[in-house]
């Protein structure tokens, strides 16, 4: 709270924001507002509901102080930023950004909103450290009403899920974080305008692709689906190696790359399950060359966003 106290103009929001802090990090069940009021000693949900609605305080100077507090305790040579999204379930239509849409939260289409998430991960932990809002285009932003009655702001206009992404990591690095990596599912993966605004930054990715994503091989003169590569790959080009440790251990997989485009900076990285024979694909890039582990293990690093989520979402 030191850290951020001075980002609230008065003092009552400031005892909320602490109790509230207090509350998330409590054992207290579910971190709603008036389960966070009571373990507060509140006697109604009021004082919590003002400080997340009305309340006036520095948001964005506060995801800040956040950013800044993670790269304190967590920043490493080995840092990597990871960019997801999550829906949050919503019963009515008022909220900002709220429709029916598919979202992982649920694993289905749902009356939601759905947001963008940033995380930071290193060999020290991981952390949240932005988020974006979603606004669908023709629902919310091409209705001027609705927009006016939730409060969006009028400068604020449609902007796809990966451009989102792109704001957040150019922020992050313009803020002082230093990584060497990115990393993202297929809804990151598969947009070339993200692709190409991380190499512009000169930051390596490994963004995961459909199987009918086409890729050049043979020095660029050859186009190919990902999947029939894979089809093609003999049994001496796979290796097994841990994709990083999980609930029962390491997480082993076979492991194959192979160069796309025309230079050796450029993958397609393709991993098998050694048990079920499941495949999923990368895209990856890097400024520099690397060797395969190094590639495998920021592929690895992006299931740590979905703790951040499970976490996020408990609270």
Aim: hydrophobic residues 40%.
């Amino acid at each position: 709270m030191a850290r951020i106290a001075g980002l609230f103009g008065r003092v009552e929001p400031r005892a909320t924001a602490r109790a509230y802090l207090l509350g998330l990090l409590s054992g207290t069940e579910r971190k709603n507002c008036w389960q966070l009021a009571e373990h507060a000693g509140h006697a109604r949900p009021g004082p919590m509901q003002r400080l997340l609605r009305t309340a006036r305080w520095d948001v964005a100077a506060v995801r800040d102080e956040v950013r800044r507090y993670v790269l304190d305790h967590l920043g490493t040579g080995d840092g990597v930023l990871v960019v997801d999204e999550t829906g949050f379930l919503k019963k009515g239509h008022g909220s900002a950004g709220v429709q029916r849409q598919y979202t992982g939260t649920a694993g289905r289409i749902e009356n939601s909103q759905v947001g963008v998430f940033l995380a930071y991960a290193s060999s020290k932990g991981r952390a949240l450290i932005d988020r974006r809002l979603y606004l669908p285009e023709h629902t919310w932003c091409q209705d001027a009403e609705r927009r006016r009655k939730a409060g969006v702001p009028d400068d604020v206009g449609f902007t796809t899920k990966p451009r989102l992404a792109l704001q957040m990591i150019a922020a992050a690095l313009d803020a002082g974080i230093s990584t060497s990596w990115v990393t993202g599912d297929e809804a990151y993966g598969q947009d070339p305008g993200l692709r190409a605004g991380l190499e512009a930054r000169e930051v390596g990715y490994v963004l995961a692709v459909s199987c009918a994503t086409r890729v050049r091989i043979n020095q660029g003169r050859t186009a190919i689906r990902t999947d029939e590569v894979a089809d093609r790959l003999p049994g001496s080009a796979w290796q097994r190696q841990s994709a990083g440790p999980g609930a029962k251990g390491p997480r082993y997989y076979d492991w194959a790359w192979v160069h796309i485009g025309t230079d050796d900076h450029r993958h397609l990285l393709i991993r098998r399950n050694p048990t079920t024979g499941e495949l999923a694909f990368y895209l990856c890039w890097s400024p520099r060359i690397v060797p395969l582990s190094e590639l495998v293990r920021v592929a690895g690093i992006r299931w740590c966003i979905e703790e951040c989520f499970v976490r996020h979402e408990a609270a």
